[in-house]
């Protein structure tokens, strides 16, 4: 069964710093999706990237897929409460197309 | 508006007495799936459906059934539900094509079910 370690868990941070996600696996995905979930509602896609090395901004958030396309990162750039949220990537499985989650990172960020 | 809509939103109830969550989407797609949702474990698949009349087992579907009889349906029953059931469940949905990006999930906004 392919795994997708997602790291940190938790994250509490104050306005204005950056910060990292990482999404990591020892299996190769077709592609990659970022979603954000906010409390009392489902994941909402955020950006999907798909060639190693590709790398996707979306204002102040910028997306990476590697390169062996094996790992994923998500960098906010001087984080805001509105970030404040659970942040889940997913890998496509090659052969099956299925979605392999990964456990979540909860983003807080402190006013 | 392009949605996918659960019902009910939150349940409470007990040990052994059946219930069914309710999933439609109005966007016409094919694939259907229910997840849950647990602290630390990420989103889990319980079970899918590619089509009408067409279900498979996800990763964790003990204790659980669905039904596709109509493609805009998909309900997730528990026929005898255990405190371990309890959880956030999310319904989604996708349009199934080929090639890269595909299977974006849609997904509903939740059902948070607690089993005494």
């Known amino acids: 069964t392919q795994l997708l370690e997602q790291s940190p868990q938790f994250l509490s941070i104050q306005e204005g710093e950056n910060l990292t996600v990482y999404c990591n696996s020892s299996s190769v995905f077709s592609s990659l999706q970022w979603y954000r979930q906010e409390p009392g509602e489902g994941p909402v896609l955020l950006v999907t990237v798909v060639t190693g090395g590709e790398v996707k901004k979306l204002k102040r958030l910028t997306f990476q897929f590697g390169d062996a396309r094996k790992d994923s990162s998500l960098h906010i750039t001087a984080a805001q409460p509105g970030d404040t949220g659970l942040y889940l990537c997913?890998?496509?499985?090659?052969?099956?197309?299925?979605?392999?989650f990964g456990q979540g990172t909860t983003l807080q960020v402190k006013p | 508006e392009a949605q996918v809509t659960q019902n009910p939103r939150y349940l409470i109830t007990v040990t052994g007495k059946k219930l069914t969550v309710t999933c439609s989407q109005n966007m016409n797609h094919e694939y259907m799936s229910w997840y849950r949702q647990d602290p630390g474990l990420g989103l889990r698949q319980i079970y899918y459906s590619m089509n009408v009349e067409v279900t498979d087992k996800g990763d964790v579907p003990e204790g659980y059934k669905v039904s596709r009889k109509e493609k805009r349906n998909f309900p997730l029953i528990l026929e005898s539900p255990s405190p371990n059931q309890t959880s956030l469940y999310f319904c989604?949905?996708?349009?199934?094509?080929?090639?890269?990006?595909?299977?974006?999930?849609?997904f509903g906004a939740g059902s948070r079910l607690t089993v005494l």
């Open positions: 989604a949905s996708t349009r199934i094509h080929s090639g890269a990006g595909a299977n974006v999930l849609t």
């Open positions: 997913a890998g496509v499985q090659s052969n099956t197309g299925k979605l392999i």
